[in-house]
């Protein structure tokens, strides 16, 4: 039975490596005054308004809390018959740390209180690994643009490819690459709660996008490859949403920034060099609430919240780059008996934009939208037994159905599609097919690159496009040869239009 056991034990662990950890560990040793430990004490831990967590210690005085939320301000309790009671407090638990505490009764009436003054210690002594988190406090007062990426650009080492002044360039996801990097950031990975969220064509970018106001802590790892609990040797970006107490809390904000507050650098000298436009906010709102509670005190709770950010600004061309993101966010908690906890969290990201993949070629851009009404849909259900200090279980199911669509701006409907031949395009990239209503093989006028019959005509260039569905709408102006020109027709099967 022993042998089982550990090999239960054991796969249990190499599950549990499959994702990034959400909660820490409290641990440590109660002894009396000589040193020795004291079994049957009962250590407790409180943080309120959350609920309380207790542990009886053995005949090594060793107690352990396996999963605990991070955060600051934790309060440990010992008590035990004829000894005094003793306290510590402050205890900061980050993301995947650990901290040890040991605590000494002295003789005495359990109503006396012995309070421990000696600060946490700051450096994890078990932790390999390299990075910052970032917590309530540091994620609300810190003046950023309110996303995620902005906070990854303040962790040492990491690198991103723009600069995001007042929310310009929250409509895209940054790019963020590390020392040592030579992937170009495509092994930096995302989870939330505990579920991989990282886009698996994309890669190293989120497949879905957060409201701010839910995020509770981010944890930044760039030593990925010294964690084991860590797929690629990439950035991880952890983050964990907030959850109910045993108070009933909320919030509400509305943020507006608006083309009135904005400075205008577009000076004479760089008009003189070439530059006639920058990108500009016209207008950015970010709106939302939450709210959770108790259902039944100390034992289940529940959190929502909803979150809206309509970006307006304007391209380096000129033209609106319109992006509206919209996040549903509930969770669940539970202790329906001791040393258990259940959680369960479904959240809705949804993202819709005009003028997504702007380019030279491309200057309008497409229009790219969710699959889904709601947005793309997470999901997690979470169940942690503890069994005295030695052994823990814990069982999780994820669930994410993710992705977006894009459709050309100028023919959403797509009744005229471009299509691209490639073949042609192998054996020389300046020969085109000339059809077209009123002109004839070898003569001048529109051109078109196809494999099917075309049903319109329009000019495009021959440029290699980035992807299938990004370049249907990749067009320039190609120079209008002169009627003794020479010029080069090559046959499709379909015969030019007379």
Same mark, same amino acid.
């Given at each position: 039975m022993k042998i089982i056991a550990w090999i239960m034990a054991v796969f249990l662990a190499a599950m549990s490596l499959s994702a990034q950890s959400t909660t820490g560990l409290i641990q440590g040793r109660v002894s009396d005054k000589e040193g020795k430990p004291l079994s049957g004490v009962k250590v407790i831990l409180s943080r309120p308004p959350a609920a309380d967590s207790s542990v009886t210690t053995g005949a090594s005085g060793?107690?352990?809390?396996? @999963?605990? @939320?991070? $955060?600051? #301000? %934790? $309060? !440990?309790?010992?008590? &035990? !018959? #004829?000894h005094k009671t003793a306290t510590r407090s402050g205890v900061v638990v980050e993301i995947g740390g650990t901290v040890a505490v040991d605590l000494v009764l002295e003789p005495g009436k359990p109503e006396e209180t012995v309070a421990v003054t000696t600060p946490s210690p700051v450096i994890d002594r078990t932790e390999f690994s390299s990075g910052a988190s970032f917590g309530p406090a540091e994620l609300q007062t810190l003046p950023t643009a309110r996303d995620p990426w902005v906070i990854i650009q303040l962790v040492p080492a990491v690198l991103l490819d723009r600069e995001n002044v007042g929310g310009n360039e929250s409509s895209l996801q940054s790019s963020f690459v590390t020392k040592g990097d030579g992937w170009n950031g495509r092994n930096n990975t995302w989870t939330i709660d505990g579920i991989d969220v990282t886009d698996p064509i994309d890669l190293g970018r989120s497949s879905v996008h957060f409201d701010f106001d839910a995020i509770d802590t981010i944890s930044v790892t760039t030593g990925g490859a010294a964690d084991v609990s860590q797929q690629t040797g990439g950035i991880s970006v952890n983050m964990l949403t907030r959850r109910a107490g045993n108070k009933i809390g909320g919030a509400a904000r509305f943020y507006l920034t608006d083309n009135a507050f904005q400075a205008q650098n577009l000076t004479a000298q760089l008009q003189n060099e070439g530059l006639t436009n920058t990108n500009r906010i016209e207008q950015i709102r970010d709106f939302g609430f939450n709210i959770g509670g108790p259902l039944v005190k100390d034992r289940l709770w529940l959190w929502g919240a909803y979150g809206v950010q309509d970006l307006f600004t304007y391209t380096i061309f000129d033209l609106q #780059?319109?992006? !509206?993101? @919209? *996040? %549903? @966010?509930?969770? &669940? *908690?539970?202790?329906?008996?001791r040393g258990n906890s259940f959680e369960a969290l479904v959240m809705s990201s949804s993202r819709e934009q005009f003028g997504a993949n702007a380019s030279v070629a491309k200057p309008e851009g497409d229009h790219l939208m969710g699959r889904f009404r709601l947005g793309s849909p997470v999901f997690k259900i979470q169940d942690e037994q503890a069994f005295g200090n030695t052994f823990f279980i814990s069982a999780k199911y994820t669930a994410t159905n993710t992705g977006t669509a894009t459709s050309p701006m100028i023919d959403e409907s797509l009744r005229n599609p471009v299509t691209w031949d490639v073949a042609e395009a192998l054996t020389s990239r300046s020969r085109l097919l000339s059809v077209g209503p009123g002109t004839t093989a070898g003569s001048p006028g529109p051109t078109r690159i196809f494999r099917s019959r075309p049903r319109s005509s329009r000019t495009i260039s021959g440029a290699w496009p980035t992807s299938s569905r990004r370049a249907s709408n990749s067009r320039t102006r190609r120079p209008r040869a002169s009627p003794d020109s020479p010029r080069t027709t090559r046959s499709s099967g379909i015969s030019p239009s007379p």
């Open positions: 060793i107690f352990r809390f396996p @999963s605990v @939320s991070p $955060g600051p #301000d %934790y $309060g !440990l309790r010992a008590e &035990l !018959l #004829d #780059d319109r992006t !509206l993101f @919209s *996040n %549903y @966010s509930f969770k &669940l *908690n539970a202790r329906p008996f």
